[in-house]
C-alpha cells in the first residue's frame, strides 16, 4: 500500500517543488474518515470508492472524506476536511482545486465576523451563475446549481490555549471543511467552457515578459500561441484561457501597465516629463537630436531628426529632389498630429524629420518645421539647405507653412488626392449633381491630369468647358476654373523638367503611415505623446534599420528590371562613359539615356523614373555607380553607411558580377564561372519552389544536353533565349489569319489587354 503523508508533515518549501507547483514525490489525495464511515469491504482504503471527487482533487494534499453521495451521473455531494490552519493555505488550496479540476468558482457570500468557532469562511458559486443584466444580449450565467463552502475551524481559543472542542477531526488537525455540492447543468470540458475561465498568473507573467521586450498585445499573443504548439496536447491548451488568452486582454493589460508607467497627474507634469524624456534621448545620442518648444499660441510643438535621419541628408542625393510630406492623426490618445518628411529611394521612403504637434494649424506647424531645420546638419537635403520640389496634399496650412520655411522649394500636388477631392465634390448632395452625370464629369476632369503636352491640357480643358454635361452645372464650371488655376501644382505635363523621379502622387509617404501604425506602433494608441516621442526614437528608427541592413546584404528582391522587347538591345549605341541612345525595334524613334543621372528622354523617363530604355542599358552593360535605381553594390554600401554610421561594409564576389548584366567578351574567366554559379543555383531554387512547372522542362534540358557534342553545345548556347524574343506576328504565316483558326484567335483574343498609355494612381 502507498504511504501517504499529512501537510503538517511537509517541512517549509517542501511539497510544492514540482512542475505547476506540485510535490516530486507521490502523496495519496483521498482517505475515507473512520469517525464518520467505514471503508468499503474487500477494497483498499480510499480505492475506488470516490470515482468522480478523485478527479477533481489537487496533488499534495490528503482530503479526509467524510461524506459522499452520488445524486445523478456526474453529478455528487460531499463533505471532506484537510489539515490547513490558515486563511492563505485555504486560499492557496482553492487555487489548485481550480487548476486541477478546469473550473472557475466565484465568491457568493463572505463571513467577515465568523464567530466563536470558525476563522474564516466563504460561500462560492460556478462562475457560469451570474447575475446578468437584462440589457446583456450575450452572457454566460447557466444559473448554475453547483456549489462549495469553504470553513476553517478555529484550533485555540483566548490566551492562546488549546480548544476543547469534542470533535476528533480537529484533534487530528483537519481545520478545514469543504462541503461541495457538484451539480453543474452545463458540460464541463467544452470548448465554450474552458474559453471563460480567469488567466493564470503564470500566463500574465509571460506577457509582462513580452511587453517589456517590446512586444505589442498582437505580437505578444502569437508568442504564446507557437509556444503552445510545441508543447503537449496543443489543441486543449489552446482552447483553454487561462494558458491561451484572448487578444481584449492582452490589450487590456497592456494599456494598464503603460497607463502606470506613463500616466501624468496634469498637462505640466507631462511637460516636464516629456522634457527629461529628450533630454536623456540626447545624452544617450550624443547630440541634439530631438527639440522641444511653445508656440506663442500655446501650443506645443516637437521636432525629431535622429542620427539615421541626419545621415540620410547628407548621403542620399534624392533627399535634395523631391521630398514627401503628409500628416496623420489618432496615433495617440490625445489625438496628437505626427507629420513625416520622407525622401525616395530604391529601399522605399527614408525619413528625414518628424513633427509631433498638439495641432494642425498653420502657427504650429511653421513653428515645428522652424524647429526641426535647427536640428538638421550643415549639408541637409544633399548640401541644398532645402529640396528642389515638396509634394503634399491640399492641405492649406501645411502648404502655406512649408513655402514659409522653405520658399525655394517648389510645391506640387498629389495627383490622386486631387483626383480624390474633385469626387468628393461630385457626390456631395451640396452640389446636386445628378447621379448619372458625375462619371462623365469625372472622367472630364481625369482627361486633364494625364495629357503629355501643355497645348494638350489646353485643348481639353476648353472641351470640357463646352462639354453639354458640364454647361448644365454652373457651380461644376466653376469649381474646374479654380482648380484649373492651379493646374501647375497637378498637371503631369508640367512637372518633366523636375525632378519627380516618377512620382506624381503622395502614396510614399502614406505608405509609410501605414506601415509605420502596423510596425511601429503595431496599431495601438501610445498613452500619450511620451510614450509616443518614445515610440519614433526607439521603434521608427530600428524599423529603418531594419529595411537598409536588409538590402544591405542583399536580402530584398527588387523588380528594377523592366519589359525590354520593344528595345532593340543589340543596336544601343554608347556615345559616351555615361551617355547612350537607345532605338526603339517597332519605330523610328531613339531615345537618349543619361546614366549618370538617371534619366532618359521618353515621357516615363524624363522625371528621372526607371524606364525600359534605361532597364536595356542596364541589361547589356551592366549596373553603373550612378544608378539611383538599383541596389548595386555603391549603393548598398551607401546604405550599410546610412543605417550604421561606419563605413566598414563587407563585399562580396558575386557584387562583382551580376545575372542582369550581359557579359562582354573581355569577361574574365573567374566572373563567367561567378555567373554560371549564380545560373545554376538561381534554376534550383525555381525546381524546390515551383516542381510542378519546372520539373518536365529541366529534364528535358538535362536530357538534350547529354547527348549534345562540344560543336552542337556552342551552337545552342549562342541562339539559347533568342527564340523567344521574336515578335509571334513575324512567326505566324499570313496564310493562317484567313483560316478558321486564325478568325477565331482574332476574336477571342487571348491573353492580357493591351496597356494604357497612362494608368491613374489607384489604392
Request: glycine share 6%.
Amino acid at each position: 500500500m502507498t504511504t501517504f503523508l499529512h501537510s503538517q508533515q511537509l517541512g517549509e518549501g517542501e511539497g510544492r517543488a514540482g512542475t505547476g507547483g506540485y510535490p516530486l514525490f507521490e502523496v495519496r489525495k483521498i482517505t475515507p474518515c473512520l469517525h464518520c464511515q467505514q471503508p468499503g469491504t474487500g477494497e483498499e482504503e480510499g480505492t475506488g470508492q470516490y470515482p468522480l471527487l478523485e478527479k477533481l482533487l489537487p496533488e499534495g494534499y490528503v482530503h479526509l472524506v467524510c461524506s459522499y453521495e452520488e445524486v445523478a451521473p456526474a453529478q455528487f455531494r460531499a463533505h471532506f476536511k484537510l489539515q490547513i490552519t490558515s486563511e492563505d493555505e485555504a486560499f492557496k488550496w482553492l487555487e489548485y482545486f481550480q487548476t486541477s479540476s478546469g473550473q472557475t468558482w466565484r465568491k457568493s457570500k463572505t463571513y467577515p465576523n465568523c464567530g466563536r468557532y470558525n476563522a474564516y469562511r466563504v460561500d462560492l458559486r460556478c462562475q457560469h451563475n451570474t447575475y446578468p443584466r437584462p440589457v446583456v444580449k450575450k452572457t454566460k450565467n447557466m444559473s448554475c446549481g453547483a456549489t462549495m463552502y469553504l470553513v476553517l475551524k478555529r484550533n485555540a481559543c483566548s490566551h492562546n490555549r488549546k480548544s476543547r472542542s469534542g470533535d476528533p477531526h480537529i484533534k487530528d488537525g483537519y481545520l478545514l471543511n469543504v462541503y461541495l455540492r457538484y451539480e453543474h447543468n452545463h458540460q464541463l470540458s467544452s470548448a465554450d467552457a474552458v474559453r471563460k475561465r480567469d488567466i493564470s498568473d503564470e500566463t500574465i507573467a509571460k506577457l509582462k515578459t513580452l511587453f517589456e521586450r517590446g512586444h505589442s498585445p498582437s505580437t505578444a499573443l502569437d508568442v504564446i500561441k507557437y509556444d503552445l504548439q510545441e508543447g503537449e496536447s496543443p489543441l486543449y491548451t489552446a482552447a483553454d484561457r487561462s494558458i491561451c488568452p484572448d487578444m481584449y486582454f492582452c490589450y487590456r493589460l497592456y494599456y494598464k501597465l503603460f497607463q502606470k508607467a506613463y500616466t501624468a497627474p496634469s498637462e505640466g507634469k507631462m511637460l516636464l516629463d516629456l522634457k527629461d524624456k529628450i533630454y536623456q534621448y540626447n545624452m544617450v545620442k550624443g547630440e541634439t537630436c530631438a527639440k522641444m518648444e511653445k508656440t506663442e499660441c500655446g501650443q506645443a510643438v516637437i521636432a525629431i531628426c535622429t542620427p539615421v535621419m541626419k545621415r540620410v541628408h547628407t548621403k542620399l542625393r534624392e533627399s535634395g529632389e523631391i521630398i514627401f510630406v503628409d500628416s496623420s492623426g489618432y496615433c495617440e490618445s490625445r489625438n496628437h498630429r505626427i507629420f513625416l518628411l520622407l525622401a525616395h529611394s530604391t529601399v522605399g521612403g527614408l525619413p528625414l524629420g518628424v513633427l509631433i504637434t498638439t495641432s494642425e494649424s498653420q502657427s504650429a506647424i511653421t513653428s515645428g518645421l522652424r524647429l526641426l531645420r535647427t536640428l538638421l546638419p550643415s549639408s541637409s537635403f544633399f548640401g541644398r539647405e532645402q529640396p528642389q520640389v515638396i509634394m503634399t496634399d491640399d492641405c492649406k496650412a501645411l502648404r502655406q507653412s512649408l513655402q514659409a520655411v522653405f520658399p525655394g522649394s517648389r510645391l506640387l500636388l498629389c495627383m490622386f488626392h486631387q483626383l480624390q477631392a474633385v469626387w468628393r465634390w461630385l457626390w456631395s448632395g451640396h452640389n446636386s449633381v445628378a447621379k448619372e452625370d458625375r462619371l462623365q464629369l469625372l472622367n472630364s476632369f481625369k482627361s486633364l491630369v494625364y495629357p503629355n503636352s501643355t497645348p494638350l491640357l489646353t485643348e481639353q480643358y476648353n472641351r470640357c468647358l463646352a462639354d453639354p454635361v458640364a454647361i448644365k452645372y454652373p457651380k461644376f464650371l466653376h469649381y474646374l476654373f479654380e482648380v484649373y488655376r492651379r493646374h501647375e501644382e497637378w498637371a503631369v505635363c508640367l512637372h518633366n523638367e523636375i525632378p519627380t523621379r516618377g512620382q506624381n502622387t503622395n502614396s510614399l509617404v502614406e505608405s509609410a503611415f501605414r506601415v509605420g501604425k502596423e510596425k511601429v506602433l503595431h496599431r495601438l494608441k501610445p498613452y500619450n505623446v511620451t510614450q509616443l516621442v518614445d515610440f519614433v526614437t526607439t521603434r521608427m528608427d530600428a524599423h529603418y534599420i531594419h529595411c537598409l541592413t536588409d538590402t544591405t546584404n542583399n536580402r530584398v528582391a527588387f523588380l528594377h528590371v523592366n519589359d525590354v522587347t520593344d528595345v532593340d538591345c543589340e543596336k544601343i549605341v554608347q556615345v559616351d562613359e555615361n551617355h547612350y541612345v537607345v532605338p526603339n525595334a517597332t519605330t523610328a524613334l531613339q531615345y537618349d539615356v543619361d546614366i549618370a543621372i538617371g534619366c532618359c528622354t521618353c515621357s516615363d523617363g524624363i522625371t528621372g523614373a526607371l524606364c525600359k530604355h534605361q532597364s536595356a542599358v542596364l541589361n547589356k552593360f551592366g549596373h553603373h555607380e550612378s544608378v539611383p535605381h538599383v541596389p548595386t553594390p555603391q549603393m548598398r554600401k551607401l546604405y550599410h553607411e546610412i543605417a550604421t554610421g561606419s563605413d566598414g561594409f563587407l563585399s562580396k564576389a558575386s557584387d562583382c558580377t551580376n545575372l542582369n548584366a550581359s557579359p562582354g567578351p573581355g569577361t574574365s574567366a573567374e566572373a563567367l564561372g561567378e555567373m554560371l554559379e549564380q545560373f545554376s543555383s538561381s534554376l534550383k531554387d525555381k525546381l524546390h519552389n515551383d516542381p510542378q512547372t519546372f520539373t518536365a522542362p529541366i529534364c528535358n534540358f538535362l536530357g538534350t544536353y547529354k547527348k549534345m557534342n562540344d560543336s552542337s553545345l556552342t551552337s545552342a548556347l549562342h541562339c539559347f533565349g533568342k527564340m523567344s524574343q521574336v515578335k509571334s506576328k513575324n512567326r505566324q504565316s499570313s496564310k493562317m489569319n484567313g483560316t478558321a483558326i486564325g478568325k477565331r484567335k482574332g476574336a477571342l483574343k487571348p491573353g492580357r489587354p493591351p496597356k494604357c498609355p497612362r494608368k491613374e494612381h489607384l489604392y
